[in-house]
Nanobody, 119 residues
Framework: QVQLVESGGGLVQPGGSLRLSCVAS????????MAWYRQAPGRERALVAR???????TYSDSVKGRFSISRDTTKNTVYLQMNSLKPEDTAVYYC?????????????WGGGTQVTVSS
């Protein structure tokens, strides 16, 4: 199995920036995709950004041009740089990793990190 630990959430004013990190650990052979999702109160969890094994990235329309996903393959770490934050970005942000281990291929979730955008 793959364990994920997220960090970097917090309280920020509108227009500010935050950088989220997610470290994957376990007996990982390869990582197929790494992604960030978010879930606001009363809403379903939704994809924010994804980076595939080949480095191709996709973003939700609501964050294009403001958020940037990147990774460090040597550290099995994915980042989400969030700029020009808006109150509507307030949510719990979850890391998701699709990886192949000695036990098979799994989709794993982190426990989430709270991001609050408020003045």
């Amino acid at each position: 199995q793959v364990q994920l630990v997220e960090s970097g959430g917090g309280l920020v004013q509108p227009g500010g920036s935050l950088r989220l990190s997610c470290v994957a650990s376990g007996n990982i052979f390869s990582i197929n995709a790494m992604a960030w999702y978010r879930q606001a109160p009363g809403r379903e969890r939704a994809l924010v950004a994804r980076i595939l094994g080949g480095g191709i990235t996709t973003y939700s329309d609501s964050v294009k041009g403001r958020f940037s996903i990147s990774r460090d393959t040597t550290k099995n770490t994915v980042y989400l740089q969030m700029n020009s934050l808006k109150p509507e970005d307030t949510a719990v942000y979850y890391c998701n990793v699709q990886a192949t281990t000695d036990q098979g291929t799994f989709s794993s979730w982190g426990g989430g990190t709270q991001v609050t955008v408020s003045s």
